[in-house]
């Protein structure tokens, strides 16, 4: 059974930073995606980057610049280096993760496509 974990949100000022990060356990298999997605209240749940098992990644445009997801496959977890942060980037905040894919794009990017999900943290900013 696939389990993805959460941790690393809190409340910070504007400016601020926050690292999550993401605990897989259970089997996905081998070429698969993770990615990070954000929901904000009364906002639909929206991808704010993704990235390969080989690293390709890729970025919403309002965190591009800000933001750096990373995944390190012998611990089976996935982070988001969160800087520079400001009030919109206020959400819940969930890892998910994509069997079968390589090099994504935000583009191209469906909530559907992701199998697995956490259950999320929450990432405040004032």
């Known amino acids: 059974q696939v389990q993805l974990v959460e941790s690393g949100g809190g409340s910070v000022q504007a400016g601020g930073s926050l690292r999550l990060s993401c605990a897989v356990s259970?089997?996905?298999?081998?070429?698969?995606?993770m990615g990070w997605f954000r929901q904000a209240p009364g906002k639909e749940r929206e991808a704010v980057a993704v990235i390969d098992r080989d690293g390709s990644s890729a970025y919403t445009g309002s965190v591009k610049g800000r933001f750096t997801i990373s995944r390190d496959n012998a611990k089976n977890t996935l982070y988001l280096q969160m800087n520079s942060l400001k009030p919109e980037d206020t959400a819940m905040y969930y890892c998910a993760a994509r069997r079968f894919c390589i090099r994504p794009s935000i583009a191209t990017t469906l909530l559907t496509q992701y199998g697995y999900w956490g259950q999320g943290t929450q990432v405040t900013v004032s």
């Open positions: 259970g089997s996905i298999g081998t070429n698969y995606c």
